[in-house]
């Protein structure tokens, strides 16, 4: 017997760290330059090694973003969501926990790498 449709919460992971990975690595990205203007302080990496710092930010973005790429190119509708939604939780991450918005530069590789493999080994279909 069925006791009619069931409502079951469908949480879509790969788009979730698609959007942590975007957002945390804009905020490991532009962290150096908000710091600078803004007077925050800086750990040693922002501070003295500013390059590594910003380009584990950008892969981190870049991934997401080839991510959302190859989703908008398979489906007809194409879902630009992750960016979106990534773009603004960066600013927001940045604004609002200042200083200590510098743990982006554990949270953004490990979305990265988290995002990478779920996406490897998720079927096709899905």
């Given at each position: 017997?069925?006791d009619?449709?069931?409502?079951?919460?469908?949480?879509?992971?790969?788009?979730?760290?698609?959007?942590?990975?975007?957002g945390w690595?804009l905020?490991l990205?532009?962290?150096s330059?908000?710091?600078?203007?803004?007077?925050w302080s800086?750990?040693?990496?922002?501070?003295?090694?500013?390059?590594i710092a910003v380009?584990i930010?950008?892969?981190?973005m870049?991934?997401?973003?080839?991510?959302?790429l190859?989703?908008v190119?398979?489906?007809a509708e194409?879902?630009w969501?992750a960016?979106v939604?990534g773009?603004?939780?960066g600013l927001?991450?940045?604004?609002i926990?200042r200083?200590?918005?510098?743990?982006s530069l554990?949270?953004?590789?490990?979305a990265?790498?988290?995002?990478?493999?779920?996406w490897?080994?998720?079927?096709?279909?899905?």
């Amino acid at each position: 017997m069925v006791d009619g449709p069931q409502n079951f919460l469908y949480v879509d992971n790969l788009f979730v760290w698609a959007m942590l990975s975007f957002g945390w690595g804009l905020s490991l990205a532009t962290y150096s330059w908000f710091a600078e203007r803004q007077g925050w302080s800086r750990g040693e990496v922002q501070a003295n090694q500013t390059a590594i710092a910003v380009l584990i930010g950008l892969g981190a973005m870049m991934l997401a973003t080839l991510f959302t790429l190859a989703r908008v190119f398979a489906s007809a509708e194409g879902d630009w969501g992750a960016i979106v939604v990534g773009l603004a939780f960066g600013l927001l991450w940045t604004a609002i926990f200042r200083v200590y918005s510098q743990v982006s530069l554990f949270l953004a590789p490990m979305a990265a790498v988290i995002l990478l493999f779920s996406w490897v080994t998720t079927p096709a279909s899905v």
